[in-house]
């Protein structure tokens, strides 16, 4: 990446900055999507002295190098629309007075709809426009003696000796359709009058804004759901919102995706195509349907989604669902064949180069957020993953796409759910604690024999003392003061409900920060009650270990174990256990050292 800053241009960043004021106007918004705006760097339309001119083919050329301010382009600009929206932009003799009476009468529409101001050098007299509106206008500039000042304004738009409308004669090919510009003016019509009237009908603006049904992000869900089996199920799950007000109070730049609301943003300002649309509206739909707000499991999250980003950007490229955008993306060829959790533990190693990256939401900003808990967010993951996992299937079945292997690997990963924490535990204690062996004897008759007293039967005896007593294992606690309570208070309640339930006799528990504190041998039940811990300082967890090994060595615990550890991962480099043991960490916690015993993640 370079590290060359590119240098600001007021007249670039103020002409875009008025190109999106004209797209977030629903009335020239249609228009404005088809048509193709740029800067005349080579001047062949528009002249030195000149500010704008438009084809037939829909070009809007800009002056390059003029200082203007947005409100300035967006009037320049909605007025080239609107005189391609009416089918003025055409050849008419004497051309002159036809761009004159079109660009006199596409003024007062574009004032009509409060669409910035012309700039002070094109200002001109009110002028009387008839109600024949501009073929009325023209024929009247034709006969009449017209106002320089008015012929002044058409002249000043262009600039000297050329034309507003260019390119006239241009040969079109055959294979090229133009846009139907008047439908697209009239749908932008029809929209600009239903949302005022849901203004009107909503005066607080607590309504949401009506989709446009021929957007380009509306056009790429329907692509999706028509011609992409595995994403079709996902994408008609999922409303859009292209409000430019609402990614302005989210700060979205490109898009974003609330997998809980079921909500996709998509921001009109960002100038995507219609593929590079299809490529974006598809990665946040891969981010709900691989559950990547649930699987974070305590990571960092801004990391996490750039991980997940880079993945999910590979995989699209690879199956060429639409085309990034041309804005840049999260792409590394190195992380081809790698899962989000490994990509994640390599952006890890440099926390602060990764900390300069920057999702479709912008800069440092995830792309996926909202409310990641609560029944509502559960039941919108899993109809993700099952909608994912049935596009998955029909293109299995039908043999369409082409589906990468990390991807595919992914969606059946997610189709089995893993087994929760608690499950694993419970495992855990039924490998070190099998159930006792109840013994029978004929030393004492069995209840029935009073029933049947020609019939000697055995009575069933309880598991000698030795080895009842002999069923304890040991527990070393992390209690430094980087350990939360909740995660104490769950571990402690799970290891005493499984104690219980396998009749365990009793559990050594050794509470360690700096040093050691050995609380004795505690019956599982008083775990369950309030229990006063020992420590809240700093992270050694060997003394602990120690302790118990001297226990051992005393013939006061068993030589073997079981021991189980309780830490968040804040602990020493390496640990040494002579015992059968297991670790408990919270969820997305990590040791510092490769561990040897099974580990279990707390939720």
Not at 295 to 305: A, E, I, S, T, V
Not at 352 to 379: I, Y
Not at 524 to 535: A, F, I, K
Not at 579 to 591: D, K, T, V, Y
């Amino acid at each position: 990446m370079s590290r060359q800053k590119s240098k600001s241009d007021p007249a670039r960043e103020a002409r875009e900055a008025g190109i999106a004021l004209v797209r977030a106007n629903p009335v020239l918004a249609p228009l404005a999507e088809r048509a193709t705006i740029r800067a005349d760097i080579e001047q062949a339309y528009v002249a030195e002295s000149g500010w704008v001119a438009v084809t037939p083919r829909g070009y809007l050329f800009l002056h390059p190098k003029r200082r203007a301010t947005p409100e300035e382009w967006a009037r320049l600009v909605a007025l080239m629309l609107a005189c391609l929206g009416f089918g003025w932009v055409r050849g008419r003799p004497p051309q002159a007075a036809w761009e004159l009476a079109a660009l006199l009468v596409a003024d007062r529409f574009c004032g009509d709809l409060k669409i910035g101001h012309l700039p002070e050098a094109l200002a001109y007299p009110p002028p009387h426009i008839p109600a024949g509106g501009e073929e009325v206008l023209f024929r009247a500039l034709c006969v009449e003696k017209v106002d320089p000042r008015l012929t002044a304004f058409r002249e000043a738009c262009c600039g000297g000796g050329r034309q507003v409308f260019c390119a006239l004669d241009e040969k079109i090919p055959s294979w090229v359709t133009l846009p139907k510009w008047k439908d697209l003016l009239a749908e932008g019509i029809a929209q600009g009058v239903g949302r005022a009237l849901e203004i009107a009908a909503d005066p607080g603006g607590n309504a949401p804004e009506r989709p446009r049904a021929n957007s380009p992000a509306q056009r790429a869900k329907r692509r999706l759901i028509d011609h992409h089996p595995l994403l079709g199920a996902l994408a008609a799950g999922f409303d859009l919102e292209e409000s430019l007000e609402s990614c302005r109070r989210y700060d979205i730049q490109v898009a974003a995706i609330d997998v809980g609301a079921r909500r996709i943003w998509i921001n009109p300002a960002a100038g995507l195509g219609p593929e590079e649309t299809l490529f974006v509206f598809a990665h946040e739909l891969l981010h709900a349907g691989l559950n990547h707000a649930s699987r974070r499991r305590g990571r960092d999250p801004f990391l996490w989604n750039a991980a997940c980003d880079f993945v999910i950007n590979g995989w699209l490229k690879a199956m060429g669902v639409g085309t990034p955008p041309s804005i840049g993306m999260l792409f590394d060829p190195e992380f081809a064949e790698s899962s989000a959790e490994e990509v994640y533990d390599r952006l890890a190693r440099d926390i602060r180069r990764a900390r300069k990256l920057a999702t479709l939401r912008g800069l440092g900003q995830c792309d996926f957020f909202g409310e990641e808990r609560g029944p509502g967010f559960t039941d919108a993951e899993s109809y993700c993953r099952r909608a994912l996992a049935q596009g998955w299937e029909r293109c299995q079945a039908s043999g369409r796409g082409l589906i990468p292997a990390g991807l595919a690997e992914a969606i059946r990963a997610l189709s089995q759910p893993p087994i929760p924490w608690d499950v694993k535990l419970a495992e855990w204690f039924d490998r070190q604690f099998p159930p006792p062996e109840y013994r029978r004897s004929y030393a004492r008759p069995s209840r029935r024999q009073n029933s049947t007293p020609d019939i000697p039967r055995p009575s069933t005896c309880q598991p000698p003392e030795e080895q009842r007593k002999s069923r304890v294992f040991g527990v070393v606690l992390d209690t430094s003061g980087s350990m939360q309570p909740q995660l104490l208070g769950k571990a402690l309640g799970a290891i005493a409900s499984y104690a219980i339930a396998r009749e365990v006799y009793a559990v050594r528990l050794v509470c360690c920060d700096a040093v050691a504190y050995d609380g004795g041998w505690v019956e599982p039940e008083r775990l369950l009650d309030r229990y006063t811990v020992q420590g809240r300082g700093g992270t050694v967890l060997q003394p602990g270990v120690d302790c118990l090994r001297g226990l051992a060595r005393r013939g006061d615990f068993p030589r073997r174990g079981p021991v189980l550890v309780i830490t968040d991962g804040y602990c020493e480099d390496s640990l040494e256990i002579p015992f059968e043991h297991a670790f408990l960490l919270p969820e997305g916690g990590r040791l510092p050292f490769p561990a040897r015993g099974e580990v279990f993640g707390v939720e």
